[in-house]
């Protein structure tokens, strides 16, 4: 396995209290695979993959327990020197603010360029020449002159594909893209995913795929880990959870997606919100919002069922889930 997340356990000092943010977080990617992470706002799915990267703001964040095996080493172990070189030359990261991300004070070729220059000890001339190579092969038009530009200059796409051109740069093993087209429209989220996942077929990289939206992963994700309230509510290959969801959270999940055949019928929306993570229910953490829940949910804490080699589902009531 390329990267294993062994019992993750991050928590945040807050005014309110200790949030636990993850609890208990397991997971693994392979080499050439993907896997979509997925979870409303708060769920701890982006707060892992921090994690994972050691780029946790720490303070309030700190890790509380757990192991990030990537490539045999436990990357909690290694000094903070160490965990730098990984970043960017073995696990990179494209976030889902291309305009923040990037220093608007440097050319997009400056900044590709300074990858090969700090990290491979490139002449300028050869890195900016591998600059306009990237650019090229994420298709941004007339990169020989677009170079020159600055991240402004750009379109919201544009901008995520130099993003994605950044983390490619050194030919990483594992990159995480943390919700990388939210912030697109439609036509362009779908081309900026279909690039992500070209580049990740043709590199044969990991790839953790975070979102908030199950519509936008059923056509690369090979697997889907399901988050709520810091913790993976179920974990299942991503045909089986189409097909039908062992998990009342994750069956919301797929009934919120919008549908062209549903024309004219309100859209489906999970009742209540997220727990606050300070405060979180006993019992199984989705009960006050779940439409399968008995008095048992409210006080033993659902273990991640074995349902099947592959599959996983923290519900008592995975079976009837499973039946609709
Ligand atoms: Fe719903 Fe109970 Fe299953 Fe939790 S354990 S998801 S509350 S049915």
Redo the contacts with the bound molecule.
């Keep these: 396995m390329l990267l294993e997340v062994r019992d993750l356990h991050v928590e945040f000092r807050t005014r309110d209290g200790v949030a636990k943010a993850v609890n208990g977080v397991t997971y693994g990617v392979d080499e050439g695979e993907t896997l979509a992470v997925l979870g409303e706002s708060g769920s701890g799915k982006s707060v892992t993959a921090q994690a994972v990267m050691g780029i946790l703001d720490t303070p309030p964040g700190r890790i509380t327990g757990g192991e990030v095996v990537f490539q045999g080493r436990d990357l909690l172990t290694l000094k903070e020197e160490e965990r730098r070189r990984i970043r960017g030359a073995e696990m990179a990261m494209v976030f889902q603010d291309a305009l923040s991300a990037l220093n608007p004070v440097l050319t997009v070729g400056d900044q590709l360029a300074e990858m090969f220059t700090v990290h491979r000890g490139m002449s300028r001339k050869d890195a900016r020449a591998k600059a306009v190579e990237l650019m090229d092969r994420v298709r941004i038009p007339a990169a020989r002159e677009r170079v020159r530009q600055y991240p402004h200059q750009f379109s919201g796409g544009m901008r995520q594909r130099i993003m994605i051109a950044m983390a490619i740069a050194l030919e990483p093993a594992l990159i995480i893209a943390d919700e990388p087209t939210t912030a697109l429209d439609v036509t362009v989220q779908a081309q900026v995913m279909e690039l992500l996942a070209e580049l990740q077929r043709e590199y044969r990289m990991g790839l953790i795929l975070i979102t908030h939206d199950l519509g936008v992963v059923a056509d690369v994700a090979d697997r889907i880990a399901v988050m709520y309230a810091g913790r993976i509510?179920e974990s299942a290959p991503v045909h089986d959870i189409y097909k039908a969801p062992a998990?009342?959270?994750t069956r919301g999940l797929l009934d919120s997606i919008p549908r062209l055949d549903h024309k004219g019928r309100e859209l489906y929306a999970i009742k209540g919100l997220p727990p606050n993570l300070t405060r979180i229910p006993p019992?199984?953490p989705?009960?006050p919002r779940?439409?399968?829940?008995?008095d048992?949910?409210t006080t033993d804490d659902?273990p991640l069922y074995e349902v099947s080699g592959t599959r996983g589902s923290?519900?008592?009531?995975?079976r009837e889930?499973l039946d609709g």
């Design positions: 509510v998990h009342p959270y019992g199984c989705f009960h779940c439409p399968l829940a008995r048992v949910c659902p923290a519900c008592h009531f995975w889930c």
